[in-house]
């Protein structure tokens, strides 16, 4: 059974006055399954109906036509939503509370008692690096460590469904990983992740399947590895070589009449130049020099 | 209900954070001068401070009821509910307990602080208006040197104490001389001063010597000077029921901001508590309706009362009547003498139908907006 399933989806927005009166489409004739355990990556540019598409997922926007349901019930059941795990785009929380107790009031809502919210708010409290800043109030947080007790209340209630709107925005690149380190652990453990991102090595990096949209219809759906794949295209990184051997290798592909680019020394990502330098000040506990 | 709890301690912790408690303390501070500082006045003390700490009850009861829910939807924080198995109704409810405590609180301080302060500048003006014949109780009169036993009804309580029976002077003009009567039983004063002999004024004719006036008019009416001893009795009857009926005006306030905006909320509420408690309500001018009441005895006469209170209504609507608390007080009385007899009009069980009614609609309003 698909944990999402969404058939001939449509929702449309109608502006209300006069003639100026009119209808925007922001998803057409969707249809989408997720299966149990995967994370799905949704796509899109800005306004291709993303966001609307989640907010019906949760039953927060009701569809113009067409049928979405969540766990086997209609979105919006309240057996959908006790299974379900949300953060959207923006980390709207109550700034007044602390961190420890925002995950607390988030169990409340979702009737955990007592016993498994406090254990569930210490291990992702733990998980997400926020345990030292617990005690303090929201309005005190940066806004990577509001992402990640945002992200954390939308895992506190053990969900089978995780829906995550940008989740790594606004994060450091240590952050980042440990996002992406986390959402693969939470989709081992059986959890279906849903999550949209417009940092395309996130999604590219932590996706099994992606669906592209575009002006609210699908354009594309596909295994991330199946899509990326170039079956046309192959290439090779060797250890560096000499002019007489390199001559030889470029003679040898010309001779059998085979395309090819370079050769040129492969680039490391900018990620892990940064995680090497941090690794390394860490190491000699000193700065950084150019 | 699912999203109680979690509501309840969410306002709690908002008000305490956002410094609704501080605000509270420091009104609570304000009125505390104010009646101990105050004149020795007739209507000054209690009276004066009693009516700020009614004003500010009613404010922070609707800013405590209207803006929380209105405020998550702006900085769209509403989804950690409505994404959430919580029901509207266990939300709501959650909502409405969190605002109705935190205003009861802010009520039973500023009111308790009233009393407390008109006792620290020397004694309290205690006022309670009631109808004369049922079950009776004692009131003290602090300031004599024994009991005096009044008949006066258990259910008498209301927005503040009031202590109330009828009195008159025998002759006018009678240098001080005046007779206190409840119903048609004349009630030994010990004390001649002055203002035995100027019992608040709808209430008393001087020089009236009709006895159905007396038995006619249905309330009653005693200004007693508070010592020391009975402070923190007077203290708490003056505080209870503010506070309760500050709880419904928040229940209010949550059901209106559920459908409207914060500021749109908080313009409702008001506008309802002016209508429907303070319009036909001006002191003074009610003389004239309140005889016409209370001159129609008996069910064959309840026909008459309704035109007198709608009369009532008018006049009232004529007049912005600052002085919250004790027009509050006069609307209830007024509306208790027409109603007299159903069981609904004491301000618990009105306050109690306010948080029934805030819960109901406010869950409405909930339940609309989380699917659109």
Redesign the interface.
């Known amino acids: 059974m698909d944990v999402i399933a969404a058939q001939a989806l449509v929702k449309e927005f109608k502006t209300p006055w006069g003639a100026a009166a009119r209808t925007v489409r922001a998803v057409a004739a969707l249809d989408l399954a997720v299966p149990k355990g995967r994370i799905f990556g949704l796509l899109g540019p800005n306004g291709s109906g993303k966001t609307t598409t989640i907010l019906m997922i949760l039953g927060l926007l009701r569809p113009t036509a067409g049928r979405v349901s969540v766990l086997g019930v209609p979105a919006g059941h309240p057996e959908a939503r006790r299974f379900t795990g949300y953060l959207p785009e923006e980390t709207r929380l109550y700034e007044f509370l602390t961190g420890e107790e925002t995950l607390d009031f988030v169990g409340r809502l979702f009737g955990m008692k007592r016993a498994d919210r406090k254990r569930r708010t210490a291990e992702l409290l733990e998980r997400t690096g926020m345990w030292d800043a617990r005690k303090r109030t929201l309005a005190t947080y940066s806004k990577g460590m509001a992402r990640r007790i945002g992200l954390a209340q939308a895992l506190l209630s053990k969900p089978q469904l995780v829906v995550l709107d940008e989740p790594t925005s606004g994060l450091d690149p240590v952050g980042n990983r440990e996002v992406r380190d986390l959402l693969r652990d939470v989709a081992a453990g059986g959890t279906t992740i849903l999550l949209t991102s417009h940092i395309l090595g996130d999604v590219a990096e932590v996706c099994d399947r992606i669906a592209i949209l575009h002006a609210g219809r699908k354009v594309l759906e596909g295994d991330v590895k199946t899509l990326l794949a170039r079956t046309d295209r192959l290439a090779w990184e060797t250890d560096v070589l000499g002019d007489d051997e390199r001559a030889g290798l470029v003679a040898y592909l010309r001779e059998h009449s085979i395309s090819f680019e370079g050769p040129s020394a492969p680039r490391t990502t900018l990620e892990r130049l940064f995680f090497e330098t941090l690794e390394s000040d860490a190491g000699h506990g000193g700065g950084v020099s150019t | 209900m699912?999203?109680t709890?979690?509501a309840f301690?969410?306002r709690w912790?908002?008000a305490r954070?956002?410094g609704g408690l501080w605000l509270v303390l420091g009104t609570a501070l304000l009125v505390f001068w104010v009646a101990w500082r105050g004149g020795d006045s007739v209507g000054g003390r209690f009276g004066f401070a009693g009516d700020i700490a009614g004003l500010f009850t009613f404010a922070l009861a609707i800013f405590f009821g209207a803006f929380p829910l209105a405020v998550d939807r702006e900085?769209?924080?509403a989804?950690?509910?409505?994404?959430?198995?919580?029901?509207p109704l266990g939300w709501t409810f959650g909502n409405v307990l969190g605002a109705a405590a935190t205003a009861a609180l802010a009520g039973f301080f500023l009111h308790g602080a009233a009393a407390a302060g008109a006792a620290a500048g020397g004694g309290i003006e205690t006022f309670e208006m009631t109808r004369i014949g049922s079950a009776a109780r004692t009131l003290w009169l602090p300031d004599a040197p024994r009991r005096i036993r009044i008949e006066v009804p258990a259910d008498a309580h209301s927005l503040r104490a009031r202590p109330v029976v009828y009195a008159r002077v025998a002759e006018e003009g009678s240098s001080g001389r005046a007779s206190v009567f409840v119903g048609q039983d004349e009630v030994e004063i010990v004390h001649e001063r002055p203002w035995t002999t100027s019992i608040t004024p709808p209430f008393v004719e001087l020089g009236s010597a009709d006895p159905a006036f007396a038995v006619g008019v249905p309330l009653a009416s005693i200004r007693a000077l508070g010592a020391p001893r009975s402070f923190l009795a007077n203290a708490l009857r003056a505080a209870v029921a503010p506070a309760i009926v500050a709880a419904g005006v928040a229940a209010l306030a949550v059901a209106a901001a559920a459908h409207l905006t914060a500021g749109v909320a908080a313009l409702t509420v008001i506008v309802l508590v002016l209508l429907g408690a303070l319009k036909p309500f001006v002191l003074d001018s009610l003389a004239e309706e309140r005889g016409a009441i209370a001159a129609a005895p008996g069910a064959a006469a309840a026909a008459d009362r309704a035109p007198a209170a709608a009369r009532a209504f008018v006049k009232g609507a004529l007049f912005v009547v600052p002085d919250l608390t004790r027009a509050n007080l006069r609307a209830r009385v007024i509306a208790g003498e027409w109603l007299r007899g159903r069981a609904w009009r004491h301000p618990a069980v009105m306050t109690g139908i306010c948080l029934i009614l805030g819960t109901l609609l406010g869950a409405w309003g909930v339940h609309r907006r989380?699917?659109?």
């Open positions: 699912l999203g709890a979690a301690r969410l912790l908002e954070r956002r900085r769209r924080r989804y950690l509910a409505s994404a959430s198995p919580a029901s989380r699917t659109t």
